[in-house]
């Protein structure tokens, strides 16, 4: 079982920067590949960017040049740094921890608003 808690979302100017947080508590955080989903009113959730076990990083099209993703396994936690944001960027985002094959299970956290408007 894992707890995910997200943090760091709020109010930003387009063209500003903003870094999200998501604090695991529970299981072995390093043996979870972590990803950060974001979701607006009547669209389904889409992937904004994503980091294994080992590091490797993946990102959506939209993000990408635009936000980092990283994790601290000795914290216990993941990041989502996002740069140059824009008022598309406004959504609710959400951290995902998936377990080990064969399990491949999905842990989500609550959810953090972040807001691009003058």
């Known amino acids: 079982q894992v707890q995910l808690v997200e943090s760091g979302g709020g109010l930003v100017q387009p063209g500003g920067s903003l870094r999200l947080s998501c604090a695991s508590a529970?299981?072995?955080?390093?043996?979870?590949?972590m990803g950060w989903h974001r979701q607006v009113p009547g669209k389904s959730r889409e992937l904004v960017a994503a980091i294994t076990t080992g590091g490797t990083t993946n990102y959506a099209d939209s993000v990408k040049g635009r936000f980092t993703i990283s994790r601290d396994n000795a914290k216990n936690t993941a990041y989502l740094q996002m740069s140059s944001l824009k008022p598309e960027d406004t959504a609710v985002y959400y951290c995902?921890?998936?377990?080990?094959?064969?399990?491949?299970?999905?842990?989500w956290g609550q959810g953090t608003q972040v807001t691009v408007s003058l």
């Open positions: 995902q921890a998936r377990s080990p094959w064969p399990d491949r299970r999905d842990y």
């Open positions: 529970g299981s072995s955080f390093r043996i979870y590949d």
